[in-house]
T-cell receptor, first 110, second 112 residues
Framework: GQQLNQSPQSMFIQEGEDVSMNCTSS?????WLWYKQDPGEGPVLLIA?????ELTSNGRLTAQFGITRKDSFLNISASIPSDVGIYFC??????????FGTGTRLQVFP | DAGVTQSPTHLIKTRGQHVTLRCSPI?????VSWYQQVLGQGPQFIFQ???????GRGNFPDRFSARQFPNYSSELNVNALLLGDSALYLC???????????FGQGTRLTVV
């Protein structure tokens, strides 16, 4: 099935460091969403973006809707151990389905 | 408020059997979508229902079917199970337009 390209595939960082990840699509979207998923659980919605160029924050998380409408970025500042998990981007154009990225696995070491 | 609830949480079935998975959306949400997530991949869209009507269907065989009830809960049915159907099945609800989808904890289906 169709998946968006996410990078990096995995990250191993030290507690307190900042994290950046991105997601690219070959087609345009009018909504971008970022989710975090823990093992054996469903994805949890972190941030929703609805407008090209939009920059939205949720605590230590900041996400941006790319100007081309084909990409999105997620930054996590001052990482903590509970940030560990898999981060997925998801895009939609006509709202009937979400297309997910391949995921970025984040490991945080103390 | 309760989130999206799915049942059962785990299920083991034999090849060729049939399975029914259930989902209750967040109160006030009228749209329910189903996704399949195999290990190591992102979720793949299967169906979306809104006001009991199918609004979208992903690239899945006709063995997969779903429906939405008047109380907006939903069932996903899979017939003639294959080993490749083993996955985490996720249900997501949203208010009306399919965006800002909130997911349940999923049903882990193992086909042996």
């Amino acid at each position: 099935g169709q998946q968006l390209n996410q990078s990096p595939q995995s990250m191993f960082i030290q507690e307190g460091e900042d994290v950046s990840m991105n997601c690219t699509s070959s087609s345009i979207f009018n909504t971008w969403l970022w989710y975090k998923q823990d093992p054996g659980e469903g994805p949890v919605l972190l941030i929703a973006l609805y407008k090209a160029g939009e920059l939205t924050s949720n605590g230590r998380l900041t996400a941006q809707f790319g100007i081309t409408r084909k990409d999105s970025f997620l930054n996590i500042s001052a990482s903590i151990p509970s940030d560990v998990g898999i981060y997925f981007c998801a895009g939609t154009y006509n709202t009937d389905k979400l297309i997910f990225g391949t995921g970025t696995r984040l490991q945080v070491f103390p | 408020d309760a989130g999206v609830t799915q049942s059962p949480t785990h299920l083991i079935k034999t090849r060729g059997q049939h399975v029914t998975l259930r989902c209750s959306p967040i109160s006030g949400h009228k749209s329910v979508s189903w996704y399949q997530q195999v290990l190591g991949q992102g979720p793949q869209f299967i169906f979306q229902y809104y006001e009991k009507e199918e609004r979208g269907r992903g690239n899945f065989p006709d063995r997969f079917s779903a429906r939405q009830f008047p109380n907006y809960s939903s069932e996903l049915n899979v017939n003639a199970l294959l080993l490749g159907d083993s996955a985490l099945y996720l249900c997501a609800s949203s208010r009306w337009d399919g965006t800002e989808a909130f997911f349940g904890q999923g049903t882990r289906l193992t086909v042996v």
